[in-house]
């Protein structure tokens, strides 16, 4: 039996030991990758709260400085906002206002469309008067 193991190649020998380390080198990529993975995953989780965050603080001040528009806009703030600026702005007296006449013409067929310089002539303008 001994003549038979020295007649062996080294290579047959060392192919079990070899097989186990592939094996188990095979393992611990499996491990290593998997915690990596894991970690991502954490990570990428901790952006996304950060930025929900942030999108939710964002929102918040939106609607804020929309409210703030809306008020700022409102006819009584900017009455007052006259008011303490001292603009001597007021309501136009009455030799201020030009009344223009409606213009006289042939009424409109029901196919056709009245043309008036307020109202640019475009398709379909006619069902945006009615």
Do not use: H
């Not at 039996?1 to 020998?13: C, D, F, V, Y």
């Not at 393992?27 to 999108?55: D, M, T």
């Not at 008020?71 to 309501?91: E, F, T």
């Not at 029901?110 to 945006?128: C, F, I, K, N």
């Amino acid at each position: 039996m001994s003549r038979q193991r020295k007649n062996q190649s080294t290579a047959i020998r060392f192919r079990p030991a070899l097989q186990a380390a592939l094996i188990c080198a095979f393992i611990v990529a499996c491990c290593v990758g998997y915690v990596w993975e894991k970690q991502q995953i954490n990570v990428l989780a901790e952006q996304y709260g950060k930025r929900e965050a942030r999108l939710r603080d964002l929102r918040n001040q939106n609607d804020k400085l929309r409210r703030q528009l809306a008020m700022l806009l409102s006819p009584a703030q900017l009455d007052q906002r006259v008011k303490d600026l001292k603009l001597g702005l007021g309501p136009p007296q009455p030799t201020q206002i030009w009344w223009l006449p409606e213009p006289a013409g042939r009424p409109a067929s029901p196919g056709t469309e009245l043309s008036y310089a307020a109202v640019p002539s475009r398709p379909g303008a006619d069902t945006m008067m009615k």
